[in-house]
């Protein structure tokens, strides 16, 4: 059943919040579509602005919980997710984050191609980041965002997304329309 704007007025709890978001997003982006990166952006672009946002940044809240922002540029290095991503935290209103990501990536964007070729891999990643000094230039961005998840509590970036469903309902549903 898709998500309406009572169901999200009526949700009190964040996480649960989270919970029912989340669910909508694996319906409307089931895990065959989003292992095909080409219809995964396709399917994105049909999503409404708010869903859209949260998938977007939805790998890059994982990466900030389990590694960090330049191992995340290493995990996802296609322009197009990337794109998704900027866009997800400044329509979820995280705007320093979003300039934190932004300078990461211009700090990472040279060394793209290297990153997609064979000689950078999980082994040798931490150290290739030292060799080329971008993990010295993260490092304080990475600080700073660790911080800002601490303070939001167990959901880390995860906590902007009640916040902004709350604010815009109607931007994180599918309307008859859509369906």
Avoid at 78 to 88: A, F, I
Wanted: proline share 4%; charged share 30%; with cysteine.
């Amino acid at each position: 059943m898709a998500l309406n704007v009572e169901t999200i007025r009526s949700t009190d709890d964040d996480e649960a919040l989270v919970d029912l978001l989340s669910a909508e997003l694996q319906r409307l982006l089931p895990n065959e579509i989003q292992e095909d990166r080409d219809r995964c952006h396709q399917a994105l672009e049909s999503l409404p602005r708010g869903l859209r946002a949260m998938a977007g940044m939805h790998f890059f809240d994982a990466s900030m919980t389990m590694d960090d922002l330049a191992w995340h540029f290493g995990n996802q290095n296609d322009v197009r997710d990337l794109n998704e991503t900027l866009n997800g935290l400044r329509e979820l209103d995280l705007p320093e984050i979003a300039n934190y990501f932004e300078r990461a990536w211009k700090i990472m964007e040279p060394h793209f191609d290297e990153l997609r070729g064979p000689d950078v891999s999980s082994d040798n990643f931490y150290d290739w980041l030292e060799e080329t000094g971008a993990q010295e230039q993260i490092d304080p961005m990475n600080d700073a965002i660790w911080d800002f998840c601490k303070k939001s509590g167990d959901l880390g970036l995860l906590a902007s997304w009640p916040k902004y469903a709350r604010k815009y309902p109607e931007r994180r549903v599918v309307s008859e329309t859509h369906t």
